[in-house]
Nanobody, 125 residues
Framework: QVQLLESGGGLVQAGGSLRLSCAASGRTGNSYSMGWFRQPPGKEREFVAA????????NYADSVKGRFAISRGNAKNTVYLQMSSLKPEDTAVYYC??????????????????WGQGTQVTVSS
């Protein structure tokens, strides 16, 4: 297993930007894809973006395409989510996740093995 720690959340006005980071520690010598999910207030957790182990393949939810970008650090044990043109409906707790079984970066939550504790993103109108 790896331990995941998110950072970078906060309060931002609509139209603004934030960059979330997720650092992996523990068994980082294994290969794993990584993803971001979010849980808006009173709603279920939903897929946001994912990136393959190689970093070449990415996948986005339709609601964030063109506004969010996922990337991996050179050491591959850090993943970033650059969020731009933020909207109030982007308000949620954002979680990063790692999948050892599916290296392409799945969009389903059941494909992930390790989860972070989450970081709050609040977008004011």
């Amino acid at each position: 297993q790896v331990q995941l720690l998110e950072s970078g959340g906060g309060l931002v006005q609509a139209g603004g930007s934030l960059r979330l980071s997720c650092a992996a520690s523990g068994r980082t010598g294994n290969s794993y894809s990584m993803g971001w999910f979010r849980q808006p207030p009173g709603k279920e957790r939903e897929f946001v973006a994912a990136i393959s182990w190689s970093g070449i393949s990415t996948n986005y939810a339709d609601s964030v395409k063109g506004r969010f970008a996922i990337s991996r650090g050179n050491a591959k044990n850090t993943v970033y989510l650059q969020m731009s043109s933020l909207k109030p409906e982007d308000t949620a707790v954002y979680y990063c996740a790692a999948s050892f079984r599916l290296l392409y970066g799945p969009s389903g939550a059941t494909g992930y093995d390790s989860w972070g504790q989450g970081t709050q993103v609040t977008v004011s109108s």
